[in-house]
């Protein structure tokens, strides 16, 4: 590629590169932590970009061969470690410290960096990734193939650490992230088949607004506190909701006593706990919302009543939802058996849940037939009757934890009739 044209898609690459630091700049979505990160990351690429720019106007030219070996030795080391921060904006020193998995991610991404600076040294030894000749032209070692290898591993890891953080936020935009992937791996592609150009950084570049619609993506999506669905995207979902699916609504009992006694920052850690023991219970199965103040919601999954309702003894959908129910509350318990501070949710929650069927069920019939709106209004209700339940018996609620009666659903042509649990089957 003529120097002119190699100048030119640099230039271009940094001119992108540039106009999302504009954008960071005028971000007020993401924190200030993960702006940085940003920063930091697109900086790194820009330096790696006149360094690349840099050696091709010096290579060939009367200079000391060893000046031109370094700066493509940086040049070389730089790459794997743009892929460690792209990782390190999904992942802080927080959640490292929780999650074993990421944490060994991170371990292997290090390894691969320090692989690829040891593959430096091997000149030493006579191997090279690269070498200059006599006339200071670059030239590829015998040591090339290992390094791409490790670049690759790297870019890898950082996809699968981003899918595991999709996976926790709900993310909804595989094909995003896997464009970020593709267009990546493409640039790796198209350095190894010419390496006389420098696609690669137009490709880099490119890759990072994907990644940056991602992120906004994920960041407008989720409850900051919680981690879980926004009150949002759970609007949005209901609009849309056209398969067969079940509805539960949740409240934590006695949270306004929990901040009036114990102050906000503590009410604060209880939404954020429990937020992951509905993950525990539901994550898998169903999509998790903080619906406003201690008040959540859980909507399964296309296709899930269905595979669930199967796994259920006589396809009874009362036993398959009080199963889910009894399941958060045994969480709970065990949550305020092993924490320090469990019991202030000692008082347990309140649920209730509602059946909506699609037309195209299987199961669909005209006794079933409900709008989705009124099967979120019947599961709200049988919510508020449980936390009145629960209040008439525990009364004196600061002192006490305990499972109560619940509300079942009785669904009979043309109307609904709200029995407890003991009564159901009269």
């Keep these: 590629m003529e120097v002119a044209n190699y100048c030119a898609v640099a230039g271009l690459s940094i001119l992108f590169l540039l106009g999302y630091l504009v ?30 720019c840099v050696f091709t106007l010096l290579e060939g030219h009367e200079i000391p061969s060893g000046l031109l070996h370094l700066i493509k030795s940086i040049e070389l080391v ?33 390894i691969a960096i320090i692989a690829t600076m040891a593959l430096q040294v091997m000149m030493i030894f006579g191997q ?30 950082l996809v699968f650490g981003i899918i595991i953080f999709s ?3 709900q993310s909804i935009m595989k094909a995003t992230l896997f464009s970020f992937a ?41 409850d900051p506190l919680t981690k879980l669905l926004n009150r949002q995207v759970y609007t949005g979902l209901v609009e849309k909701v056209d398969y067969t699916t079940m509805i539960v609504i949740i409240d934590v009992n006695s ?11 503590c009410g604060d850690q209880v939404l954020k706990d429990f937020a992951k023991i509905i993950v525990k219970v539901y994550g898998q199965y169903a999509y998790c919302f903080r619906t406003g103040g201690d008040e ?14 199967e796994r259920t003894p006589h396809c009874d959908v009362y036993s398959m939802a009080e199963a889910f129910m009894e399941r958060l509350d045994n969480s709970i318990a065990e949550y305020i058996e092993n924490k320090d501070d469990g019991a202030l949710l000692k008082n347990g929650v309140s649920q209730g849940y509602g059946i909506f069927y699609s037309s195209l069920s299987e199961i669909y019939t005209e006794c079933n037939d409900m709008p989705l709106r009124k099967v979120i209004e019947l599961a709200d209700k049988r919510m508020y009757r449980n936390k009145e339940l629960f209040k008439r018996k525990h009364p004196d609620s600061d002192e ?9 659903v009785l669904y009979k042509p043309s109307t609904l009739v709200l029995v407890e649990d003991d009564e159901r089957d009269t």
């Design 400 to 408: 006490v934890y305990g499972s109560h009666k619940r509300i079942g």
């Design 167 to 169: 996976n926790k936020t």
């Design 78 to 110: 730089i790459n794997p470690i743009l892929a460690f921060f792209v990782f390190s904006i999904f992942y802080d020193k927080k959640i490292l410290k929780k999650d074993q998995i990421i944490k060994k991610i991170r371990v292997a991404m290090m």
């Design 182 to 222: 593709i267009v990546l791996v493409v640039g790796v592609a198209l350095r190894i088949i010419f390496p006389k150009n420098n696609y690669d950084f137009l490709c880099m570049s490119v890759s990072i607004l994907f990644l940056l619609i991602y992120y906004s993506h994920v960041t407008l999506r989720i």
């Design 255 to 265: 949270f306004k006593q929990i901040n009036d006694s114990y102050g906000h920052a």
């Design 296 to 309: 959540f919601c859980a909507i399964l999954k296309p296709n899930v009543f269905d595979e669930l309702l």
């Design 23 to 52: 954008h960071l700049k005028e971000n007020d979505i993401f924190s200030t932590k993960t702006i940085k990160r940003f920063q930091r990351l697109i900086y790194m690429m820009v330096v790696e970009i006149i360094i690349d």
């Design 128 to 157: 090279n990734v690269f070498f200059i000749d006599e006339d200071n032209l670059y030239h590829r070692g015998p040591l090339m193939p290992a390094y791409i290898l490790f670049l690759l591993f790297m870019i890898a890891m």
